[in-house]
């Protein structure tokens, strides 16, 4: 790998800056922000093995107030979202937006008082955030939890997410103003957006549910907004940047159709919203609400079609040597992931597949597919270019990133094939009265034994990816301490 | 599209319609939704949580129960399966949750709708026995025992009435016994005060004959 993936026009007044002092710019804040962002996802990765044992096992780790399966569940899924995927989407999408954009965090060169200054700040912001996703988990533990879905963490952990995230976001979003680049990229447009939708979605949805909470016969609506929402214009667009951009340059190809992306990102933006009123599909909301959240779901398949247009129409002129990177390998299943998330949504948002299998693992293998394949894997793709240019070096062991790639597909597609299937036989079980309750709790036994499985290979895939990580920072603080 | 403000712009608009539709529309309507009158009592529906009911709800939230239990009984429209199964007479709409503080809709069902708990299962005794050993009463649970909820302690004089009827192998050593704590209290009566059976203008509640005749 190059260390100019990330070439750009020059735009007079705007020079490029020499991509190594972009890098030694932003390099502290965003190894801060992967380092813990992948700690986390260990972390998350272990509760839920612990939590799919809970369902096979329920007496496993019984007894203990604050092990039982309605306080670890929420934990898990938090720290997948906060810890791990919205860290790994905020150092992302920092390192991106100033390579994309040419222009070192803070100005100038990067050097400056002022740089300084502002890195002080950003780098003060990422140990705000990692301390807001301890405490709040802590704090789930210790029985604080608000009980709202995906938004558990108590109001002061979620002001301080929210406080923290603006620190850092506002500097990512005025880099664009300042690009060197005339015509700027569509994967600019997505990081633009996704840094503006975090605050104005995670504002809104703490200050009317947990803040200051409105009656609780409006909550439903904002709920299912909120968690259509942080996937779909929060995560996505970051992960979509992170594919738009770097594939066609670590592929040595243009991206084709450049109107058709435009196209895609607004589509994305419109129906991003709406698209998570499918969990509301026959709930206690007015009728047209769950009907443009069927019509978003469907629709949803448009920008997903464009993506996959864009992605694979750029490939057919590829060489295939290209295609074996690490980091291309993983923007391309996350490629595959974002198809997975568009027809098994379209699919749920119909009213009479919803009807038997809106309760089921079939939700909840969805939400497995955006955040572990969609988002992660693209994720896993940048970080695996960002590190080693970040560092100076090719600091990644080839055999751990390759066991981590293969674990890691095996592990999701297996997990989510099996909740999949497993939500349908327990979503046709509950759609017949006849059969009793306890009696699908029973067959759905199978299931989560091998929901179990596939957790313990993705737990594997993270331990790999962990401690390669590990073994780069630390190989690279031994060189600094030489050095120094 | 290639400026800032422009570029900022274009995504507030966009943005701004799911937001107007999705949040400020709740907020403005089905946040203003007030009581109906009860013609049988005087008083109104939804009834009012007691004391008891309210503490309970917050240990609904932080003891996570959302994550297997939903409160929403469908529309007929989509699936009468609900309705059939006993976990309501009628669909649930927006007014029901009128007096929670949090709507705990839920998004699975590892376990069963809770929207009508009290009427289906009245007896506090039951409940008790269920959260301190749920496979006792339900063999093939996979709800977690919550036995943290309640205290073993040796028998001071009489018995107490609160004293759980434990059998087997639940059952507390001679001269012991299990009472639940005041969280344990407070849960049951929110359990038990969920009852959403009553008709409301926009969801009338069909004749019992036509329910039971599935």
New interface residues.
């Given amino acids: 790998m190059s260390h100019h993936t990330l070439p750009h026009q020059l735009v007079p007044g705007h020079e490029p800056v020499d991509s190594k002092a972009i890098d030694a710019s932003i390099r502290l804040p965003v190894m801060i922000l992967f380092g813990n962002a992948i700690h986390w996802l260990v972390i998350a990765c272990l509760l839920s093995l612990v939590v799919s044992i809970?369902?096979i096992a329920?007496?496993f780790l019984?007894?203990?107030?604050f092990l039982?399966?309605?306080?670890l569940?929420?934990m898990a899924r938090d720290l997948m979202l906060y810890g791990w995927a919205s860290q790994a989407a905020l150092g992302a999408g920092v390192w991106l937006m100033a390579r994309l954009c040419g222009r070192p965090l803070g100005g100038g060169d990067g050097q400056g008082m002022g740089g300084m200054l502002l890195r002080t700040l950003i780098i003060s912001a990422t140990v705000l955030w990692n301390l807001a996703v301890l405490l709040g988990t802590l704090a789930?533990l210790a029985?604080?939890?608000?009980?709202?879905?995906w938004l558990?963490y108590p109001n002061w952990a979620s002001a301080m997410l929210l406080l923290s995230f603006l620190l850092i976001g506002i500097w990512t979003?005025?880099l664009?103003?300042r690009r060197s680049n005339?015509?700027?990229e569509v994967a600019q447009?997505y990081l633009?957006?996704a840094f503006?939708?975090f605050p104005?979605v995670y504002g809104?949805a703490n200050l009317?549910?947990i803040w200051k909470?409105?009656?609780?016969?409006?909550?439903?609506?904002?709920?299912?907004?909120y968690c259509g929402?942080i996937l779909a214009?929060w995560l996505l667009p970051v992960a979509l940047a992170g594919i738009y951009s770097l594939l066609p340059r670590l592929l040595g190809c243009t991206l084709n159709r450049r109107n058709l992306a435009t196209l895609g990102f607004?589509m994305l933006?419109?129906l991003?919203?709406?698209n998570g009123?499918e969990?509301?599909?026959?709930?206690?909301?007015?009728?047209w609400?769950t009907s443009?959240g069927v019509v978003a779901g469907v629709l949803f398949m448009i920008p997903v079609a464009i993506v996959m247009i864009n992605i694979f129409g750029m490939s057919r002129n590829a060489e295939n040597l290209a295609t074996q990177s690490i980091p291309s390998k993983f923007l391309f299943m996350g490629a595959y992931s974002v198809l997975g998330v568009g027809i098994l949504g379209a699919l749920v948002s119909l009213?009479d597949i919803?009807?038997?299998l809106?309760?089921?693992g079939v939700?909840?293998g969805k939400t497995q597919l955006w955040i572990l394949g969609a988002i992660s894997l693209p994720l896993f793709g940048v970080m695996y270019e960002a590190v080693p240019q970040l560092l100076g070096r090719d600091c990644w062991n080839a055999t751990l990133s390759a066991r981590h790639y293969i674990l890691t597909i095996v592990g999701l597609w297996m997990l989510v094939g099996i909740m999949v299937l497993g939500g349908l036989f327990t979503g046709l079980a509950?759609?017949?009265?006849t059969v009793s309750?306890?009696n699908i709790?029973?067959y759905s036994y199978p299931f989560h034994l091998m929901e179990c499985a596939a957790q313990l290979i993705l737990l594997a895939a993270t331990v790999i990816f962990g401690a390669n990580i590990t073994r780069a920072l630390a190989a690279d603080y031994l060189l600094n301490k030489k050095h120094r | 599209?290639?400026?800032?403000p422009t570029?900022?712009s274009?995504?507030?608009l966009?943005?701004l319609?799911?937001?107007l539709?999705?949040?400020a529309?709740?907020?403005t309507?089905?946040?203003?939704?007030t009581p109906v009158p009860d013609p049988e009592t005087g008083g109104t529906l939804p009834a009012v949580y007691g004391g008891q009911a309210l503490a309970g709800q917050r240990i609904?939230?932080?003891?996570?129960?959302?994550?297997?239990h939903?409160q929403?009984v469908?529309?007929t429209?989509?699936?009468s399966?609900d309705i059939?199964?006993?976990w309501g007479t009628r669909?649930?709409?927006?007014?029901?949750?009128?007096?929670?503080?949090?709507?705990?809709?839920?998004?699975?069902?590892?376990g069963?709708d809770l929207s009508n708990v009290g009427v289906r299962l009245p007896n506090a005794k039951w409940h008790y026995i269920h959260l301190y050993h749920?496979?006792a009463v339900?063999?093939?649970?996979?709800?977690?025992?919550?036995?943290?909820?309640f205290i073993v302690r040796k028998i001071q004089g009489q018995r107490s009435d609160e004293a759980l009827d434990l059998k087997g192998s639940d059952a507390p050593k001679p001269g012991y016994e299990v009472v639940p704590t005041a969280e344990a209290k407070n849960l049951v009566a929110y359990l038990l005060a969920l009852r959403h059976d009553y008709p409301l203008p926009e969801a009338p509640v069909k004749k019992a004959g036509a329910a039971q005749a599935?």
């Fill in positions: 809970k369902l329920p007496g019984g007894g203990i107030s039982t399966y309605g306080r569940a929420p789930i029985g604080y939890s608000t009980g709202v879905e558990e979003v005025l664009f103003d005339p015509r700027a447009w633009v957006a503006c939708w104005w809104t009317l549910l909470p409105v009656q609780a016969s409006a909550q439903g609506p904002i709920q299912s907004w929402s214009l607004w933006l419109l991003g919203g709406w009123m969990r509301l599909i026959g709930g206690p909301v007015p009728a609400m443009a009213p919803s009807a038997s809106r309760f089921t939700t909840e509950l759609s017949d009265p309750f306890l709790t029973s | 599209m290639h400026r800032l570029l900022l274009g995504i507030f966009v943005f319609i799911s937001w539709g999705l949040v529309y709740p907020v309507q089905l946040g203003r939704l609904y939230a932080t003891e996570g129960c959302i994550s297997c939903s929403q469908r529309q429209s989509v699936t399966s059939e199964r006993g669909p649930s709409v927006a007014r029901d949750y009128l007096r929670d503080s949090t709507a705990f809709l839920g998004s699975r069902r590892l069963q749920p496979s339900c063999p093939g649970s996979l709800m977690p025992a919550f036995s943290d909820l599935k």
